[in-house]
T-cell receptor
Framework: EDKVVQSPLSLVVHEGDTVTLNCSYEVTNFRSLLWYKQEKKAPTFLFMLTSSGIEKKSGRLSSILDKKELFSILNITATQTGDSAVYLCAVDTSGTYKYIFGTGTRLKVLA | NAGVMQNPRHLVRRRGQEARLRCSPMKGHSHVYWYRQLPEEGLKFMVYLQKENIIDESGMPKERFSAEFPKEGPSILRIQQVVRGDSAAYFC?????????????FGSGTQLSVL
């Protein structure tokens, strides 16, 4: 059965810290891996990764995929309280819409 | 440029009642997807629709659940004779087209509580 596992389940840090969120997957047909940020319910798109070793970057957030070891990491540097959210990892197995989601990592950033 | 709009945000139903959840996709998007999120679980795919067509309903329970996306108006997810186990957050997503590496844009969800 296809599965996506995220770790840690939750994380509490102080402003300015750097965090690394992990996502590992076991799927029969990999198309892409996506990261979403979920705060107050609406998941918002962060990154889509399809190729190994190519870092995607957006401000203080960055992500990279390792298709050989079947995992991805999401890094957040110089964390701010506004980064507090649940971060979701999903794998697209069909190239269309059937995402397999992990349960998420709940990040809390303290002032 | 409004995003994916879902209503209501919260819906309370008693066991046996019907729940009707609405979703208006982003402007220009003709593909709609419904996902369900149970407490402490990841989002799970339910159904994929285009205008007037159900393309894939493999993730939707065969009984009591139905979905539609009419030519005019929002997509509707209907749950008949709700049970406590239907309590969850239901998310709608949309995309402009479907194809390789097409990303989905999600709405804020409807939190269904069954008493």
């Amino acid at each position: 059965e296809d599965k996506v596992v995220q770790s840690p389940l939750s994380l509490v840090v102080h402003e300015g810290d750097t965090v690394t969120l992990n996502c590992s997957y076991e799927v029969t047909n990999f198309r892409s891996l996506l990261w979403y940020k979920q705060e107050k319910k609406a998941p918002t798109f962060l990154f889509m990764l399809t190729s190994s070793g190519i870092e995607k970057k957006s401000g203080r957030l960055s992500s990279i995929l390792d298709k050989k070891e079947l995992f991805s990491i999401l890094n957040i540097t110089a964390t701010q309280t506004g980064d507090s959210a649940v971060y979701l990892c999903a794998v697209d197995t069909s190239g269309t819409y059937k995402y397999i989601f992990g349960t998420g990592t709940r990040l809390k950033v303290l002032a | 440029n409004a995003g994916v709009m879902q209503n209501p945000r919260h819906l309370v139903r008693r066991r046996g009642q019907e729940a009707r959840l609405r979703c208006s996709p982003m402007k220009g998007h003709s593909h709609v997807y419904w996902y369900r999120q149970l407490p402490e679980e990841g989002l799970k795919f339910m159904v994929y629709l285009q205008k007037e067509n159900i393309i894939d309903e493999s993730g939707m329970p065969k009984e009591r659940f139905s979905a539609e996306f009419p030519k005019e108006g929002p997509s509707i997810l209907r749950i008949q004779q709700v049970v406590r186990g239907d309590s969850a957050a239901y998310f709608c997503a949309s995309s402009e087209k479907t194809g390789l590496n097409e990303k989905l844009f999600f709405g804020s969800g409807t939190q269904l509580s069954v008493l």
